[in-house]
């Protein structure tokens, strides 16, 4: 219902003017300039976490639109560089927000503009995945970019029965790979819609991951899978430095605390910018708990 909800312009438009929604919004999103987001990077990393940023913005239809999200990946990279954070922080990257919908050699070329300057600032770049029409482009623009710059990042959907396949095809020496249970609304044709079988799925991921030579990225706040993938990366003969755990930001944020504490590297998933409205809801679609928090704010203030 609140993806559903999340499509409705009307109600679009009633939460992203909504005086307190940018009270609710702060605590899941980090602000919305390049300020804001290197802010929230140095108190992330001086408490022991690494980051991965997203410059929020997807589904655009506008070239000039995705050119605009380039340059602010690109300006976000040069700061990254500027005040030595580079070396802790990556980006991640929609290839929607940098114009797959219109065309996907111009999603191709905006995301090499956005890792050339990574591979100046001295850090890589992720490709988020979004819904399943899109995976297999996704993954063609992936092998074209690692061609020229191999460590760039790839996300799998759990729940997308073709997952372990990819999962095993893409564990691969030097190749990073963040697995997530995935969190658009599919088809039962091509995703389980069962959440016990999502969980199954990711632990089939974990370990299709943890046999390979590639970097594993595992990103979950589930406490259950948090110690299957502990366990499992054991069993595997992974150290600490081997994969790593990453959450989003403002999710968990003592559980993330933790894990960096045993001397796990602890990935913070940070979003920042002005197009905070899709992400919000995908947020409050996964936990009718933040749904309520939400709901409360708005009861209390208007
Ligand atoms: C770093 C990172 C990157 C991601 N990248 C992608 C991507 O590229 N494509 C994609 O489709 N999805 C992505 N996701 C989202 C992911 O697919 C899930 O929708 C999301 O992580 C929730 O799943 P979960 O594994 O945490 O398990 P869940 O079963 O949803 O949650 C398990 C527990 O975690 C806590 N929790 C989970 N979500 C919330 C929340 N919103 N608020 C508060 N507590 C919560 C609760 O304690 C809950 O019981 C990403 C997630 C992370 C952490």
Known sequence: ??????????????????????????????????????????????????????????????????????????????????????????VSVKLSAVGQLLDEKLALDNAARICRAAQAAGTTVTLDMEDHTTTDSTLRVLGELRRTW??????????????????????????????????????????????????KSYVRCVNALLAGEGYPMFATHDPRLIRIIGERARVHGREPGGFEYQMLFGIRPEEQLRLARLGNTVRVYVPYGGEWYGYLMRRMAERPANTMFFLRAVMTRS
Not at 47 to 70: C, H, M, P
Not at 157 to 185: F, H, I, M, W
């Open 150 to 199: 191999p460590w760039v990042g790839a996300v799998l959907q759990a729940y997308l029965r073709r997952t372990v396949d990819d999962a095993t095809r893409l564990a691969t020496e030097g190749s990073r790979v963040r697995l997530c249970k995935g969190a658009y609304s599919e088809p039962e044709t091509v995703a389980y819609p069962d959440t016990a079988e999502v969980d």
């Open 1 to 90: 219902m609140i993806l559903a909800a999340a499509r409705n312009d009307t109600i679009r438009s009633l939460v992203a003017t909504a005086p307190v929604s940018r009270d609710v919004v702060s605590r899941f999103v980090a602000g919305e300039t390049t300020a804001d987001a290197v802010a929230a990077t140095r108190r992330l990393v001086d408490s022991g976490l690494a980051v991965t940023l997203d410059y929020l913005g997807e589904d655009t239809t506008d070239a000039i639109q995705a050119a605009n999200t380039v340059d602010a990946y690109v300006e976000l990279l040069e700061h990254l560089h500027a005040e030595n954070l580079a070396d802790r922080a990556e």
